[in-house]
């Protein structure tokens, strides 16, 4: 039967040291322990058409940024901030683009662990 012995000791074990080594990596990357500026964001905005899309990526162009990709399925570009420059101040800048819903850091996603 799965679970019993000593391969499902050693699986609960490896499962509980993730789950415990996930917990405490997230609070320091939260703290911004050792992580570097984000350079690419994802922006989520109210651009259904091509055309609302594009004007916001006008202004991403306009304050420095690089266009990385847009998204026509769910709304949203992915934008490189400038070389040169603060990419917070880049990010707060186009946050306040009309239509634009949210700026998020570009990174890579985990799901959860499953109980």
């Known amino acids: 039967m799965a679970g019993n012995g000593w391969g499902g000791w050693l699986l609960r074990a490896a499962l509980l040291y ?12 939260a703290q911004g322990a050792s992580s570097p500026e984000a350079k690419s964001f994802i922006v989520t905005c109210d651009c259904k058409t091509p055309a609302q899309r594009e004007r916001i990526a006008a202004e991403v ?11 026509s399925e769910i709304h949203g570009l992915a934008v490189a901030a400038p070389r ?17 819903i949210a700026v998020q850091p570009d990174g890579v996603s985990q799901t959860s662990t499953v109980n």
């Open 18 to 29: 993730a789950g415990f080594s996930g917990a405490f990596g997230d609070a320091a990357r």
């Open 61 to 71: 162009r306009k304050r420095g940024g690089k266009v990385l990709y847009i998204y």
């Open 84 to 100: 040169r420059g603060s990419a917070k101040r880049f990010a707060a800048s186009i946050e306040h683009i009309r239509g634009v």
